[in-house]
Structure formats: C-alpha cells, structure tokens
C-alpha cells in the first residue's frame, strides 16, 4: 500500500494531533472508549464533559465541527434503534407528550445514543487525523497478531482495487447505452457481479504471484519504524485520564 494511500474520512493537517504517532492516538481512543462505556449512564452530566473533551481535541486537531457531523451519520441506523427501545421495552411506564413510554427504555435509548454517538466521535477523529496505512503500522507497533494485521491490510487495498474494477464496468455499460431502470435489468446486474467476482479473483492470483516473486513468504516487510517519545504518549493519555477522572466522579458523585 503506497504511503499516498489515504481514505475518504482522513483529513491532511499538521496539527499536534496529526503528528502524533499512530499506535499513540489508537491507544488513547480505545482506552476513551472504554471508560465512556464504562459510566454510569445516570451521570448524565458526565456525557456532556465527555463531549467537551471531544470537541477540545478536535480544536487541536483543527477539524471543522460540520465535518465531524457529517461523518456522525453512520451511526443513524443505531438512533433509529434507540427511537424504538421506549416504545418496546417492559416495565414502568411514564407519560411524555401523551404517549406511554417505558423507563427502563428511555434509560437504555439515552445509553445507546449517548455512548454510541461517543465512540462514533472518537472513530471519526482517529481516522480524520491518521492516514489508513499510518493505522495499519500503528496496531502492527501495538504487537496486534500479524495475520490479522496482514489480514486487515489485504482487505482494504482489495476494496479499492474492487471499487476501481466495478468503476471501469459501470463506465463500459454506460457507454454502450446501458442504464439500470427497473427489475427487467436485474440480471445484467446479476452478471455483473458475477463477472466482478471472477476478475477480482483472477487479479488477486497475480498479484498473490508477484508478491511471491518478489520475496514474500507469509510477512510484510516493516518500511517506516514508528516510535513514540514519553512527550508523545503523555500528550495522548490526556484525553483518557481526563475522561478517567470524569468517570470515577460519575460513580462517586
């Protein structure tokens, strides 16, 4: 994978949060995450300082706020879940505007939302500041097993390599007329990926070809060393221990 690889939600900046190396920023926000999950979700005072810490280092790494939104959408198939967990749940009933909603449930959507909507936030701001092959090293230096790491690597570069290939046979359809308007059409479809499955299988032999050609036997060669200085791993652990503390007020509070 080419050091210019970059995914769609990756954002090029030179803020102190780009600069820090990858496995840093993977270990802060997994270690963020957890302790979101962790709290009380009756402190819910402690969610909204959670936020707070989100949208500090999104300052610092000079993420436009409609941009982490926007990428915030993914999650709206959870939101629709949540919606439905007041009106479904068992237990005590309460009246809000006229309609009979469960406690139980209206404790557990805010859950849901809140944490949820949490993490998402954190994702997105790991993955707008961390270029895809820069995350790869990063769990590759956070001794996660190589396999999964080769695993993972393989997976995303296939996927742009079977974008690009289903891209050409849109654009060879296209040309000769060809526009998808109804079930009729459903079997050109069929054909079409049936036809990009054989060519994203016959493309993966070779390349699987080259790379043993070219010296490959079961490991990728590690190019770029990332280490981090304790400055830089300080300077990640305070977004967690700041939502540690947040957290163990929540319980004690």
């Given at each position: ?104 449930g209206l404790w557990g959507a805010w859950n849901v939302l ?78 079409t990926a049936g036809a990009l499955f054989i060519r994203s299988y016959e493309r993966g032999e070779r390349v699987h070809l ?44």
């Amino acid at each position: 994978m080419g050091a210019g690889h970059a995914h769609k939600l990756y954002r090029h900046g030179h803020s102190p949060v780009h600069e820090l190396p990858p496995h840093c920023k993977l270990a802060a926000a997994f270690a963020f995450v957890v302790v979101v999950v962790s709290t009380p979700r009756e402190a819910v005072w402690a969610f909204g300082l959670y936020a707070v810490l989100i949208a500090a280092v999104a300052a610092a790494a000079r993420i436009p706020a409609g941009f982490l939104l926007r990428r915030l959408l993914i999650e709206v198939p959870f939101v629709a879940f949540a919606v439905l967990m007041p009106f479904v749940a068992q237990g005590e009933r309460v009246e809000v505007l006229g309609m009979s909603l469960s406690v139980s449930g209206l404790w557990g959507a805010w859950n849901v939302l809140a944490k949820g909507t949490l993490g998402v936030a954190a994702s997105v701001l790991l993955a707008s500041t961390t270029e895809l092959r820069a995350l790869l090293l990063g769990l590759q230096r956070l001794k996660l097993p190589p396999l999964l790491v080769q695993i993972a690597t393989f997976m995303i570069r296939y996927g742009d390599v079977i974008t690009d290939e289903l891209r050409r046979m849109s654009i060879a359809r296209r040309s000769r007329g060809f526009e998808a308007g109804g079930i009729r059409h459903w079997g050109v479809l069929a054909k079409t990926a049936g036809a990009l499955f054989i060519r994203s299988y016959e493309r993966g032999e070779r390349v699987h070809l080259a790379m043993v050609s070219r010296g490959y036997a079961g490991s990728m060669p590690v190019i770029d060393e990332v280490v981090a200085t304790r400055a830089q791993w300080a300077y990640a652990a305070v977004l967690p221990a700041a939502a540690l503390a947040v957290c163990l007020m929540g319980w004690t509070l």
